[in-house]
């Protein structure tokens, strides 16, 4: 299943007037990085930064003087998309700007069934939190000590982990490698089957007097008795019953 795991930074919090102005996303096939990557910072086509967003993110109006418009970016962001299941913290937030940025240019909006939220999912495994994405990677010891800002490439990279992590992945991956090391079991292949076998049989549970008493039994069903072949034992004891 390929996923894209993103994050968008914006000129404030008003999808309406606001816009975007960062977005980054890495790609994800059956829970696994690519190694592909999209990442863009956006003019703002004249909005200018809210200071208590430049505060969260750091980018300012000189930084985006230069940088290619949404318009410009947008098809090249919706093929990166295209396919994939969107995953974000948060993610009506981001999806909201997205949608609005799309509508602008009379684009379709997201399906919110190609949608993944973690904050959502987090919120139902950690339901006494905290589940910021800071407070995520340190409870599944993820290294975050270079984010001093937010950016929408990194938060990506480490939403990627948690991401990994909320759904199993590594605690799967360690369980499995537990039972590689640490099993006694020999495993032989039938048709249609796997039958583990004991490296120690266990004793027997049967007497003497339950061990003769079947073969009498079996001695009544005839030389063809399917007992006679499975323990040749039964076959000495038949004919001498």
């Known amino acids: 299943m390929r996923e894209i795991i993103f994050d968008t930074e914006t000129t404030g919090l008003d999808s309406r007037e606001d816009r975007?102005?960062?977005?980054?996303?890495?790609?994800?096939?059956?829970?696994?990085?690519?190694?592909?990557?999209?990442?863009?910072?956006?003019?703002?086509?004249?909005?200018t930064v809210n200071p208590e967003a430049l505060a969260v993110h750091g980018?300012?109006?000189?930084?985006?003087a230069d940088k290619p418009t949404f318009p410009q970016v947008a098809e090249d962001l919706v093929s990166f998309l295209d396919g994939a299941m969107l995953v974000a913290h948060n993610a009506n937030f981001d999806i909201g700007f997205l949608n609005a940025e799309f509508a602008r240019l009379g684009m379709p909006a997201v399906d919110p069934g190609r949608v993944i939220d973690t904050?959502?999912?987090?919120?139902?495994?950690?339901?006494?939190?905290?589940?910021?994405?800071?407070?995520?990677?340190?409870?599944?010891?993820?290294?975050?000590?270079?984010?001093?800002?937010?950016?929408?490439?990194?938060?990506?990279?480490?939403?990627?982990?948690?991401?990994?992590?909320?759904?199993?992945g590594k605690q799967a991956a360690f369980s499995l490698d537990v039972q590689v090391q640490t099993t006694t079991v020999i495993v032989e292949q039938t048709i249609g089957a796997t039958v583990r076998v004991r490296e120690r049989p266990l004793a027997s549970r049967l007497s003497e007097a339950d061990r003769q008493a079947h073969q009498a039994l079996v001695a009544t069903l005839g030389s063809s008795a399917i007992w006679l072949e499975v323990e040749p034992g039964y076959r000495d004891g038949a004919a001498e019953s």
């Open 20 to 47: 975007i102005i960062e977005f980054g996303g890495i790609e994800l096939v059956n829970k696994f990085p690519t190694g592909r990557t999209f990442h863009k910072y956006i003019n703002a086509q004249g909005r």
């Open 59 to 64: 980018i300012s109006d000189a930084d985006l």
């Open 119 to 168: 904050l959502a999912l987090a919120r139902r495994k950690h339901p006494m939190g905290p589940n910021s994405l800071d407070a995520l990677c340190r409870r599944y010891g993820i290294d975050n000590s270079h984010r001093e800002k937010h950016g929408a490439l990194l938060d990506s990279e480490l939403l990627a982990e948690v991401y990994i992590e909320l759904m199993g």
